[in-house]
């Protein structure tokens, strides 16, 4: 069976830390295992990447912390088609993801 392929932006890796969202965060660190355990193929963009590198510390080299634990593949989006591709994509909450493993 192939691996869904999983897009993660920004939010939902800063969710890794929100603790003001204590559910959200706890569904992000379980989907979080499941990246590890590389039940998913995960993807990131660029964009994702260099957001991450403007976060502010502490936060900026625990997320890096967090992506080094997973295996991803880097897409090289520019701003000008990340609007296009969000429409050639489903966009779902982790929960999503989480609630389609029950």
């Known amino acids: 069976m192939r691996k869904l392929k999983v ?3 920004t939010s939902v890796i800063s969710h890794l830390l929100q603790e003001d969202v204590p559910e959200k ?3 992000t660190r379980k989907l979080w295992e499941m990246f590890k355990n590389k039940k ?3 993807y990131l963009s660029t964009i994702v990447l260099k957001e991450i590198q403007k976060c502010p510390e502490p936060k900026r080299t625990q ?3 967090y992506l080094n634990e997973i295996e991803f ?5 520019t701003e000008d088609v990340t609007a296009v591709a969000y429409k050639m994509i ?7 993801l989480l609630e389609s493993e029950d």
Do not use: G, Q
């Open 7 to 9: 897009y993660l932006d």
């Open 25 to 27: 965060m706890a569904d």
């Open 40 to 42: 998913y193929e995960v």
């Open 63 to 65: 997320l890096i912390d």
């Open 73 to 77: 593949t880097t897409l090289d989006i």
């Open 90 to 96: 489903e966009i779902w909450n982790p929960s999503v």
